[in-house]
């Protein structure tokens, strides 16, 4: 079950005294917010909710809201939005004191107000504050969805929309979406609103979905796997023209490329997929998407890890030249693209 199906059981009605919305999948998240406001029937010109931007309310105002008795209603719903001081994120908005009195408000919340806490990013377990959270209240979280989860969650959207997709144009729509929630949440609006409630095909996802960057530096990758350096030139100019600088596509180069190396050595070790997943996660300090390492290790099947070390080494190479203005950028940036395609 995501998230967005545990709010949707949720009303205005069935609060508890205190609910969190939290995650770090931050595009579902912001599905969440918006599912969970809409659940609620949020209307900033009711006086029955109360909504602070802690980023920017004083708490005292806020906590003479949170003990206040409601006016037209036997219950109110305060909502603190941007509550970054629960998770682990270094802002802080609220002084020790003033966290105090809010943990003492959590010990003895009042019976006719409910509370809700909008925080973006991950719970700050060490912290009382967060346990008492935990403990008391209801925690709505938005953690990255297997693949499985996912797909299910996604085709079930898409029947809902009134989209119809063959099995192999569903997963193009996924690889276009690198499985990101947010991504393929905004790629199904685009198809929606470009061909409505008639059949989906490979060319309506190629009309109707923006080229990301990425999608370009994918595509000046395989062009260059494939030799075809004329067609990977041009590319970079249609780039240019659009403002890309050299540097950044050549730290977007830089980074599939070296996935592609990091996937091949660590499958070597005879790691699977997810072991893969787990061990990257690690050692970059964040999740992974478990969808970047399938197709890294599809797309760099065919690819020799002394390639990959050669790519890579060009790469760096060149990036430190530009920013050394040895030569012109430009001039930099073809040269690398033609030691690619040769080596």
């Known amino acids: 079950m995501t998230i967005i199906d545990e709010i949707q059981k949720l009303s205005k009605e069935r609060l508890g005294l205190v609910t969190v919305l939290t995650g770090e999948d931050v595009g579902q998240f912001q599905l969440a917010k918006e599912a969970l406001l809409k659940q609620i029937g ?12 802690m980023s920017e309310i004083a708490y005292p105002q806020v906590e ?36 105090k009195q809010f943990e003492a408000y959590l010990v003895q919340p009042v019976e006719t107000t409910r509370l809700i806490i909008i925080a973006t990013g991950k719970l700050d377990s060490k912290r009382r504050l967060v ?29 809902e929309m009134g989209l119809s997709m063959e099995n192999h144009v569903f997963e193009q729509l996924l690889m276009k979406s ?64 659009q403002g890309e600088d050299e540097i950044k596509l050549i730290a977007i180069l830089l980074n599939q490329f070296r996935l592609f190396l990091q996937v091949q050595l660590l499958q070597k070790e005879g790691q699977g997929e997810q072991q893969i997943v787990a061990t990257l996660s690690e050692i970059a300090g964040r999740k992974i998407n478990p969808f970047q390492v399938k197709f890294a290790l599809r797309d760099s099947r065919s690819l020799t890890l002394s390639f990959l070390k050669r ?33």
Request: glycine share 2%; proline share 1%; charged share 30%.
């Open 42 to 53: 949020f209307d900033s010109s009711d006086l029955s909710y109360a909504y602070f931007d």
């Open 64 to 99: 003479l809201d949170l003990v206040s008795l409601p006016f037209f209603s036997d219950e109110k719903i305060v909502i603190l939005d941007y509550f970054a001081d629960v998770t682990t994120d270094k802002k802080r908005y609220l002084s020790d004191e003033e966290l």
């Open 131 to 159: 346990k008492l959270l935990k403990r008391d209240g209801l925690v709505l979280e938005a953690t990255v969805l297997k693949e499985v989860e996912f797909r299910q969650f996604f085709m079930q959207k898409t029947k």
């Open 178 to 241: 690198n499985l990101d929630f947010a991504e393929m949440h905004k790629n199904l609006a685009f198809l929606q609103s470009y061909k409505g409630s008639s059949q989906i095909g490979l060319d309506d996802i190629e009309q109707a979905i923006p080229k990301t960057l990425q999608d370009n530096i994918f595509d000046m990758s395989q062009l260059l796997l494939q030799g075809k350096i004329d067609s990977a030139r041009q590319l970079v100019r249609d780039l240019r023209l």
């Open 311 to 343: 790519v890579i080494q060009v790469l760096i190479e060149t990036d430190y030249q530009i920013k050394q203005g040895l030569f012109e950028k430009e001039y930099l940036f073809d040269l690398a693209l033609l030691k690619i395609a040769s080596a």
